[in-house]
């Protein structure tokens, strides 16, 4: 089973990709964050991906946001945002879940925080602690996504640039611990424990990816018993590398896609 999950900073800047991305490696699940449109604008961008064998899935309110699940593995129990009274005034198109192929997957685009004196800061905070709430690793679970926070030093090119900023504050990375207290397992540094510059994210400003300036901030937390599945989980940073001067196509996201496959 392969899963990718991939925030494409904008669905309409990047759907010849994703078709693209999908033919190259025939993935089973896709987890798609910031598509940045509303539902009636998704629906017929997914139409060539629908042709391809994938149930569809969006929740998107406004031009901010926007998630994603396309499978080919069931499409089941399919829930947006967070239950009950968790949900106002969190309900930000963040979170959207549904069970494919036996597995609960989660797909999130966490909150990015802004600066650490930003309302926005708190907000993501709480938005991670409301998170939990989804929570049940005594079923195989999948929680992948844009997360907004590097886990480690490790997972950042430069920390000490990092140190007064989100991303790697203290308590957003107690965030992701508490995820990982719930019963999940930070997969790839299960793959890779030690090894630096294993990266997700590098920032448009020129010669950052070219250097391998970049955040691991893409993650994938799993249920110990999907975690044991996992034969390889990497980023796809042909994705993510610039175009030639002159060529036409779409831009890359700044983000690449993370590709999971399982047993």
């Known amino acids: 089973m392969r899963i990718i999950s991939w925030n494409v900073n904008s669905i309409r800047s990047r759907h010849e990709r994703t078709t693209a991305l999908l033919t190259r490696h025939e993935p089973d699940v896709v987890l798609l964050q910031e598509t940045k449109c509303t539902d009636e604008t998704f629906d017929p961008i997914a139409e060539p991906w629908r042709e391809l064998g994938y149930e569809v899935a969006h929740h998107g309110v406004n031009h901010w946001n926007g998630v994603a699940i396309l499978s080919k593995c069931g499409l089941d129990d399919v829930a947006i945002g967070f239950p009950g009274s968790n949900r106002e005034p969190y309900d930000e198109a963040r979170l ?13 685009y966490v909150p990015n ?47 000490k640039r990092f140190r007064r900023t989100t991303h790697a504050s203290p308590p957003e990375r107690a965030a992701i611990e508490a995820l990982l207290d719930c019963g999940l397992v930070d997969v790839a540094r299960t793959q890779a424990p030690d090894t630096e510059g294993i990266y997700t994210f590098w920032n448009y400003r020129p010669g950052q990816f070219e250097r391998n300036r970049g955040l691991r901030i893409d993650l994938a937390l799993a249920s110990a018993d999907i975690a044991n599945r996992v034969e ?10 610039p175009l030639p001067d002159g060529a036409e196509g779409e831009k890359p996201s700044d983000h690449a896609p993370l590709i999971i496959t399982l047993t």
């Open 232 to 241: 390889a989980i990497t980023a796809d940073t042909a994705e993510r590398t």
């Open 96 to 108: 959207i879940s549904a069970t494919c192929g036996g597995i609960r997957m989660h797909n999130v």
């Open 113 to 159: 925080g802004r600066e650490l004196d930003n309302p926005h800061y708190l907000f993501k905070l709480v938005w991670l602690e409301r998170l939990r709430t989804v929570i049940d690793a005594s079923r195989p679970t999948l929680l992948a996504g844009d997360f907004n926070v590097a886990p480690a030093d490790i997972d950042i090119y430069d920390p």
